[in-house]
């Protein structure tokens, strides 16, 4: 049995019983592989340590590196790391609960805090509740035109405060004196000391202005009483028999008289004898009617502003409706081509019948020709597009439960505005009683193939790429919008890969923004909801992002045979599985990141780089 010193850690341990073991493992052709220096020293080391373990009289005492017990714990063996990092774990959740703790003692000493502020503002205010007012004295007119007597008993007491509003130093007439109320301080003004002033300048002011609005009261009050008075000399003056049966005239009053006998008919006996009415009590009455009619007045701005509000709402409701009309309705687009003579057109058949039934491996008559359908490639509510063939040639046919045009219509537009209109496709439309049947077939030595089938060849892809933005170009230049752009509803018609000329099958969602000039936004595009919903388009963008979104998931849809997902990564938007090159990211970048750029500068910045990778 070989004696070891207990070593002071569990790292210098473990280091010692790795090394050890490392010794112990190793093969004999390894060994000889060692240096012999480096083996000396390591026999060296262990006979020290081993020396070194002896005590307490020469006997052995066996020690273990680790703790079995923590290592080896509940059948799981655990390493030190891990002991540490438990160790750790401990640690912070025990300064977790202590920093919990904290804050559950700050909240309920802030609670405490706020009820005693709480009982002291209800204290404080049933204070003040409980602070009896003193009444004012009555209002009292004096003549001073009478005898001295009555001068002399109407002279103001110790409590009556003079007031000179209503005459002039040098008028002589009727003196108006009110009686305040009584201050609570009034005591301790009188014994004021000499020189200290009795009030301050803030009650100074106050009371200018308080004088100065009894003044503009009074005046409003005079000329009030003059109107009133001239209105009823004008009556008298036109009704005479009226004047007769007067027996006896009133005696005629000075304006303040009559306005105090005014105030004195609205006061209720009971009221002037138990001393409840005063000066003061009368401007309040008349700050009351003031603020009824303030209120009154807006109330009245109040109901303005709703019924302005309200035919806000009815306008921008009739907008609204205006703009809920579906600009892609068959009736509307009737009478869109009602201002065209589109039936002279030599392509444009009328047959007096109903719509035939078209299926899979059947035969459809046309003007004529005999055409076998082969296959279903769409099948969308009223639409369904077939491949067939005729004269061994493969075509396209288009079934739709609508009589208007509108496919025949944008599609000899866009080949009227085509450069390369050589290379287009042929078409013929046969009109129906109950809808309308669209052919595409290809020219000479050429052939019609879908987009959707030239399947993940990146070469092809790219030059597929070219084609569609060449073919959204054309379109939006001529002020066409497709708006439903899929790998399912786009042919090509070419002689030579690199030929080809591409074209919707569907026309279904396309407008015509030169005859549809009230749609200016996407929210009025009914294909473009999804996108809305999804936030990538915004119901304020111009109608053109819709194309350019098209564009990219058509293109993400040929690249990787799954269906696009964009994805928001702050104020831009990136594809979910983005596994493409710096040219393709930025492709599908800019298409997706129109910001407020025209489409028609990002379909040729594209078609640029595109044309010189794959063309």
């Known amino acids: 049995m070989r004696q070891r010193k207990p070593a002071r850690g569990c790292d210098e341990s473990g280091l010692f019983e790795s090394c050890f073991g490392l010794l112990h493992n190793t093969s004999g052709a390894e060994m000889e592989g060692l240096s012999v220096s480096s083996l000396s020293a390591n026999q060296s080391t262990v006979q020290v340590n081993m020396g070194a373990g002896l005590h307490d009289g020469g006997v052995a005492s066996q020690w273990s590196p680790y703790c079995k017990e923590d290592l080896m714990r509940g059948g799981e063996e655990l390493c030190f790391e891990e002991l540490r990092a438990e160790r750790y774990n401990q640690q912070k959740q025990k300064e977790m609960e202590e920093k919990m703790r904290h804050l559950k003692e700050q909240q309920e000493q802030l609670s405490q ?62 003196c108006v004196r009110v009686q305040f109320p009584t201050r609570p301080d009034q005591n301790h003004q009188q014994n004021r000391p000499p020189g200290q002033p009795s009030r301050t300048e803030r009650d100074l002011r106050a009371e200018r202005d308080l004088r100065a609005e009894r003044e503009l009261r009074a005046e409003q009050d005079l000329r009030t009483e003059r109107d009133l008075r001239t209105e009823r000399d004008l009556r008298t003056e036109r009704d005479p028999d009226s004047q007769e049966s007067v027996s006896q005239p009133k005696k005629q009053l000075s304006p303040i ?23 003061l009590d009368q401007n309040q009455k008349l700050d009351q009617n003031q603020e009824q009619e303030q209120n009154q007045e807006q109330d009245q701005d109040q109901e303005q502003n709703q019924d302005q509000e309200k035919n806000q709402d009815q306008n921008q409701e009739t907008l609204s409706q205006s703009h809920a009309v579906d600009p892609c309705d068959p009736e509307v687009r009737r009478q869109l081509l009602d201002l065209f003579d589109i039936t002279s057109s030599a392509n444009l058949h009328s047959e007096q019948r109903p719509l035939p039934a078209v299926e899979e491996c059947s035969l459809l008559d046309l003007g004529g020709d005999t ?88 070469a092809r892809v790219g030059v597929t790429a070219v084609r569609l933005l060449e073919l959204v170009l054309q379109l939006h230049g001529c002020s066409l919008l497709h708006a439903g752009l899929q790998p399912g509803v786009l042919a090509s018609c070419g002689a030579a890969a690199n030929q080809d000329w591409l074209f919707p099958l569907d026309w279904s969602s396309s407008l015509d923004l ?33 194309d350019l979104v098209g564009v990219a998931e058509t293109i993400y849809f040929l690249l990787t045979n799954s269906e696009m997902k964009p994805e928001r990564h702050g104020s831009s938007w990136t594809l979910k599985h983005d596994v493409f090159t710096s040219t393709w990211r930025r492709f599908f970048g800019l298409l997706l990141n129109a910001g407020g750029r025209s489409s028609i500068s990002i379909l040729s910045e594209l078609k640029d780089q595109l044309s010189e990778l794959y063309l």
């Not at 209002?139 to 109407?154: A, H, M, N, T």
């Open 514 to 546: 030169d005859l549809q000039k009230d749609v200016r936004s996407v929210q009025q595009i009914p294909s473009a909801q999804g996108y809305i919903r999804l936030g990538l388009l915004q119901p304020a963008d111009p109608p053109h992002t819709v």
């Open 257 to 279: 008289e009559e306005i105090s006998v005014e105030a004195a008919s609205l006061t209720s006996p009971g009221e002037l004898s138990g001393g409840n009415f005063s000066p």
């Open 113 to 174: 805090e706020l009820e005693e502020k709480k009982r002291l503002l209800l204290r404080k205010s049933q204070q003040i509740s409980n602070v009896d007012q003193p009444a004012a004295a009555p209002f009292k007119i004096l003549d001073e035109s009478g005898s001295e007597e009555s001068v002399r008993k109407s002279e103001p007491s110790s409590d009556e405060l003079p007031d000179d509003v209503f005459l002039r130093p040098d008028e002589k007439g009727l």
């Open 371 to 458: 055409f076998f359908i082969e296959s279903r490639l769409l099948d969308r509510h009223s639409v369904s597009i077939f491949r067939a063939a005729a004269d061994n040639q493969s075509v396209f046919i288009k079934v739709e439960r609508c009589s208007a045009p509108w496919d025949f219509y944008l599609f000899t537009r866009l080949k009227e505005n085509s450069p390369s209109a050589d290379r287009a496709a042929l078409i013929s439309c046969f009109l129906f009683e109950d809808g309308c049947v669209t052919v595409y077939t290809p020219p000479a030595d050429h052939q019609l193939t879908v987009v959707a089938d030239c399947g993940p060849d990146l």
